[in-house]
């Protein structure tokens, strides 16, 4: 009888756990890393790089390359408060890029498996220009692609990318390894981009 409980015991187990879905991934919090504001006036700025335990890979790697200031506005961005913060003044056009795992410079490949996940998530504070969001998740040079106009809103809000609304570019790409991440926030003249970023991660 006690051999047979135990064997019962260890079927549920089993099975209760066989469901249990991944832990969340976080990308980044922007807890680790401050960095004070950089101001970008033409072209590409400099390449800032953060190190922290809570950010995919260790390391983040920021950018932004303006490519028309009328009104000499910028763009400028930090990293503070537990935020990314982003800013463009109207006439300001141009992208701050943001990067985890292996690039140029010789970053480590993140080498993620993605495949237990279903969405990327990033959650704004409020309130936040309208802006374009793009995504790149790279396996070599293969990659998958999301784009989409992230709307004006007052307060907080959470965007959701589903991994299948991703679009492959390559025959190589694979979500069990996933070497680097690129999320770009573009500002437009006519609004330019004001922002924060509290979090990044996968569910």
Not at 49 to 63: A, F, S, V
Not at 75 to 82: A, E
Not at 112 to 137: D, H, K, M
Request: net charge neutral; proline share 1%; hydrophobic share 35%.
């Amino acid at each position: 009888m006690k051999t047979q409980i135990k064997l019962l015991i260890v079927l549920v187990m089993s099975i209760t756990c066989s469901g249990v879905q991944a832990q969340n991934l976080v990308v980044d919090d922007f807890n680790d890393g401050m960095l004070s504001t950089v101001n970008v006036q033409s072209g590409e700025g400099a390449i800032n790089y953060q190190n922290g335990r809570n950010i995919l890979g260790n390391k983040r790697r920021l950018q932004a390359k303006v490519r028309s200031n009328e009104l000499d506005h910028g763009i400028q961005y930090s990293v503070m408060n537990d935020h990314l913060g982003i800013s463009a003044g109207y006439g300001a056009r141009g992208t701050l890029f943001l990067s985890y795992g292996k690039d140029k410079s010789g970053n480590a490949a993140l080498n993620s498996n993605l495949s237990e996940y279903q969405s990327l998530n990033i959650q704004l504070s409020g309130p936040n220009t309208s802006n374009g969001l793009y995504v790149a998740l790279f396996t070599g040079t293969s990659r998958s692609v999301y784009k989409q106009t992230v709307k004006e809103k007052e307060g907080s809000q959470k965007v959701s990318i589903p991994l299948e609304a991703f679009k492959k570019v390559g025959e190589n790409f694979s979500w069990e390894d996933v070497d680097s991440i690129r999320i770009q926030f573009d500002a437009r003249n006519t609004t330019g981009c004001n922002m924060a970023i509290d979090k990044i991660w996968f569910e």
